[in-house]
């Protein structure tokens, strides 16, 4: 989806992680931007040239670090997570709240990411940044789908994954309890839908659909499969 410059790694440290560390301890006050980056790289102690062409966008790209570290832990953690026994929906339920949990400490940071990816011209790399998110859990969780169904299932977790960001964001509760109630709900409501639509399959009308137009979106293929976690060009 996005292109990330290769990382170089010196002294067995990874230049990105030293600054987007670095960088954390400023985005509470400064936001995603110019000043948290430069404070960064100072902090970092890496030559800042090779700091700044971790980042060739600045601001932005040192958010998208800190998004597809999230997105690399989780695929680390689903290649070796045991949901033996547990449903699909289940396994979905238990991989978007890891991925919350894995941010837990850095709230700020993440809504600081919300506020600079509203932003109309950023707003497309917050998207592709979600849609990375849910690629990566479909994916890690061996989703064998290479039909329509493979955007069909992404789109519909990056609305249920922002959608409980959000919520997650103004939860105060204990333990982030509503969060967890409230993704629950919103699994649900996907599900009933997901029901409703398998018994429209059924139709007339769906079956008039099936042998005209729909046979366009027979033929649309999966991109080539990817490493979860990873980010792919478009």
């Known amino acids: 989806m996005i292109d990330q410059p290769e990382i170089v790694e010196t002294s067995g440290e990874n230049p990105r992680?030293?600054?987007l560390d670095a960088a954390l301890m400023h985005v509470p006050f400064d936001g995603w931007s110019e000043a948290t980056l430069k404070r960064a790289i100072a902090d970092s102690e890496l030559e800042p040239g090779l700091a700044r062409s971790l980042f060739?966008?600045?601001?932005?790209?040192?958010?998208?670090?800190?998004?597809?570290?999230?997105d690399e832990e989780l695929a680390a953690w689903l290649a070796t997570a045991d949901m033996t026994?547990?449903?699909?929906?289940?396994?979905?339920t238990r991989a978007v709240r890891k991925r919350l949990e894995l941010i837990e400490g850095e709230r700020e940071a993440v809504r600081r990411g919300a506020t600079l990816f509203a932003l109309p011209?950023?707003?497309?790399?917050g998207a592709k940044a979600i849609w990375n998110t849910a690629d990566t859990i479909w994916s890690g969780l061996g989703d064998g789908s290479r039909d329509i169904n493979w955007y069909t299932k992404r789109a519909t977790l990056s609305g249920?994954?922002?959608?409980t960001v959000l919520y997650w964001l103004g939860d105060d509760s204990l333990g982030s309890e509503k969060t967890w109630a409230f993704l629950d709900?919103?699994?649900a409501d996907v599900m009933r839908?997901?029901?409703?639509?398998?018994?429209?399959k059924d139709t007339p009308m769906a079956r008039a659909w099936a042998a005209g137009p729909g046979r366009v979106l027979d033929r649309v293929t999966a991109p080539n499969v990817r490493m979860p976690g990873r980010w792919r060009r478009p």
């Open 85 to 92: 026994g547990m449903g699909m929906t289940a396994k979905i």
């Open 193 to 200: 839908i997901e029901k409703a639509k398998a018994w429209a």
């Open 17 to 19: 992680d030293k600054v």
């Open 160 to 163: 249920v994954y922002s959608s």
């Open 121 to 125: 011209m950023h707003a497309a790399d």
């Open 56 to 70: 060739p966008r600045g601001a932005v790209d040192l958010a998208l670090a800190f998004h597809m570290r999230g």
């Open 185 to 187: 709900r919103r699994i």
